[in-house]
């Protein structure tokens, strides 16, 4: 199967077959090669009222995928694209760009609005409440190359990011400048809010208050995501060679069955920081006029009945009995109770109209971080020459790992260094109130 312009190809979201055993695929462009993405989307949405709905929304950016029993080669005299593509062969695959190679990856979406609201009434009351939930979550669908063997060369720099490049039975990726292994970025941003206002009378046992009470809380959280790259071959070797600087930014250099090489002038093998920042928050107000009534007597009843209830619950004679002469003494003082409440001052009562509210806030961040790796069942090299004391390695919270020889060799310096990760927390609180009122005792005796 062959595909040949003189100037650019493009293919979007494009299907290649070759199932013949002795055929391969040949695509080449005089310039640009394009392996492009379409867009496909969906959505739902169900609606009652203005304040209960569902909604539902998502994307997918869709690659050209070559399928192929024989060789696949992919030339371009300029630039050599894909996107979200999918290049896999059981034979060879042959990446080749004159100037730049670049293997991507491509997006989906997804976001999510919620939102209910009802409201029970009772004799005296009435409760509403409403929640809302809303979602933008976005992720990386990388681009992978897979063959026999793999070689992908560009005469100035290649870049991988968000993808994978495996072979069996060996991997060699080359540019005439610079080599990037790098991670695709994904975010969610979740944003939740509850409500709950209560109008009329509230309260029991003792007291009630005739007014409004309002409670809130929420959540919004931002998390970001990295989707690393692998370059690896499963019994073969892993070779890059760049004529500048390799960089590996937290992604995976693995070969299980083979060695793992990397030339350049400059090595640099690093992380990247994900964070996540998540705010919770609480708010609670009350207005109204509250009524509140006191009575020693009342209290101790209410004590002697929990307490007698309590006894029924308990399955060891012992106890039970030990509950029983503690019964007995609160008995006994609310009989005292009552004779003092005939005698005077037995019941107090309050009046107060005001209001309280407070607000609670807790923000945490935290930031990870992702390492990079290189392993090998065999040995692992590493080596920066070529431009004299500036031909240097860092190597910073990453790993390292060798069934036989680490080799880490530069003409200038090595850095071996560790990374940190962070958490930071902040709370906020706040509360005010502001009553008027007046209190009375009640008794044989009259009020005062």
């Known amino acids: 199967m062959v595909l040949s312009a003189g100037q650019d190809v493009v293919l979007d979201a494009a299907r290649l077959q070759q199932t013949g055993a002795d055929g391969g695929v040949l695509v ?3 310039r640009d090669l394009m392996l492009g993405t379409v867009r496909t989307t969906s959505s739902d949405k169900l609606r009652f009222d203005a304040d209960n709905h569902m909604n539902r929304a998502s994307s997918r950016e869709v690659g050209t995928s070559i399928q192929a029993q024989g060789p696949v080669v992919l030339r371009a005299g300029q630039d050599l694209v894909a996107q979200g593509a999918s ?4 034979g060879a695959v042959q990446l080749d760009a ?10 989906a979406t997804e976001s999510i609005d919620d939102a209910s609201r009802h409201t029970e009434k009772g004799l005296l009351k009435s409760t509403t409440t409403s929640s809302a939930l809303q979602l933008e979550r976005t992720t990386a669908l990388g681009t992978t190359i897979s063959g026999r063997t793999v070689v992908a060369t560009a005469g100035r720099d290649l870049l991988v990011r968000g993808s994978n490049v495996v072979s069996d039975e060996g991997t ?3 540019a005439e400048r610079d080599v990037s292994i790098e991670s695709a970025r994904g975010t969610a ?13 509230m309260g029991t046992g003792g007291g009630f208050t005739i007014g409004t009470r309002d409670r809130r809380s929420g959540l919004d959280q931002v998390q970001e995501t990295a989707v690393g790259s692998t370059i690896g071959s499963v019994g073969g070797n892993v070779t890059i060679v760049a004529g500048r600087t390799y960089s590996q930014l937290g ?5 299980p069955g083979g060695d793992v090489g990397v030339l350049a002038k400059r090595i640099v093998i690093d992380g990247v920081e994900v964070s996540d920042k998540e705010v919770q928050s609480t708010f609670f107000r009350q207005r109204g006029l509250s009524v509140s009534v006191g009575a020693p007597a009342l209290s101790a009843l209410g004590d002697t009945g929990r307490m007698l209830g309590n006894i029924g619950q308990v399955g060891d004679a012992r106890m039970q009995a030990l509950g029983v002469a503690a019964a007995a003494v609160k008995a006994r003082d609310a009989a005292n109770a009552l ?6 001052g037995g019941v107090s009562v309050g009046v107060s109209v005001g209001s309280s509210q407070s607000l609670d806030r807790v923000e945490t961040i935290t930031t990870k971080h992702q390492a990079s790796a290189i392993t090998a069942g065999g040995n692992v090299t590493l080596i920066a020459t070529g431009d004299g004391k500036d031909s240097s390695i860092s190597v910073r919270g990453s790993d390292l790992t060798s069934g036989g020889m680490l080799t880490v060799l530069a003409d200038g310096k090595v850095s071996l260094t560790s990374s940190q990760e962070l958490l930071r927390q ?3 609180s706040s509360s005010s109130s502001a009553a008027a009122g007046v209190a009375m005792n009640l008794g044989s005796r009259g009020a005062s």
């Open 172 to 174: 060699i990726l080359r």
């Open 339 to 344: 004779a003092q409440a005939k005698t005077g």
């Open 426 to 428: 902040r709370s906020e």
């Open 87 to 90: 290049v896999t062969s059981q």
């Open 28 to 30: 080449q462009a005089g």
């Open 98 to 107: 004159k100037r730049d190679l670049q293997l991507l990856a491509a997006q």
């Open 189 to 201: 941003h979740r944003n939740e809010d509850r409500q709950q206002v209560t109008r009329g009378v």
């Open 251 to 255: 992604s995976v250099l693995e070969a």
